[in-house]
């Protein structure tokens, strides 16, 4: 039975979360994950390498960590006025940033930690992103999409894509998508 260190809000246990973190992001824009090592991060960060175990267990897990707070939202999806749009420009930045080099190598980190519950974290903070864009549509009045059809035909298709296929989720196909959700008004001819 392994350990872990108990996790207190603030004070020196941030500070150290904080400079793991920073290591981590600075040691990988210096040189592949597969070269970073638990030893390096702790001289980085000026802990010891047993504060790291203890914390996170292991490299996969504080990968898996950082990955989540770096794909944590710093600001909530944009607000062009109406609900479809909200969501087609919300898709779109998503499929873009989960689809680059980063976005991939952040969520393969995620997946690839035995740690549970962070890919279920990093669902939630794409739910809250579809449930802020449902409720401004609720204040303006219109009718809120159904979240779970969006996760299954918009957010699965393109992850799907991000991670296992060599087709990038491209604008074109994120709007096709979203048809399922918002199929085009049909152009009626008026006889004239």
Not at 93 to 98: C, F, I, K
Not at 134 to 161: L, M, S
Request: glycine share 6%.
């Amino acid at each position: 039975m392994t350990v872990k260190e108990r996790v207190r809000i603030g004070g020196r246990s941030a500070r150290i979360q904080s400079a793991v973190h920073d290591a981590v992001r600075k040691l990988g824009a210096l040189s592949t994950r597969n070269q970073i090592t638990v030893p390096q991060i702790a001289a980085e960060a000026g802990v010891t390498p047993s504060t790291i175990y203890r914390r996170w267990g292991d490299l996969s897990a504080l990968l898996a960590d950082v990955a989540v707070a770096r794909l944590r939202p710093i600001a909530d999806p944009d607000d062009t006025g109406a609900v479809e749009t909200d969501l087609r420009a919300f898709i779109e930045q998503y499929a873009e940033e989960m689809s680059s080099p980063v976005g991939q190598a952040l969520m393969r980190d995620v997946l690839s930690a035995l740690k549970e519950g962070l890919p279920s974290a990093c669902a939630g903070f794409t739910c809250d992103h579809l449930t802020t864009l449902n409720a401004r549509a609720k204040a303006r009045g219109e009718t809120p999409f159904d979240i779970d059809e969006v996760i299954d035909h918009v957010v699965a298709p393109i992850i799907y894509r991000a991670l296992f296929s060599e087709q990038i989720p491209t604008s074109d196909y994120c709007n096709r998508l979203i048809n399922r959700i918002y199929p085009p008004a049909r152009k009626r001819r008026t006889a004239g």
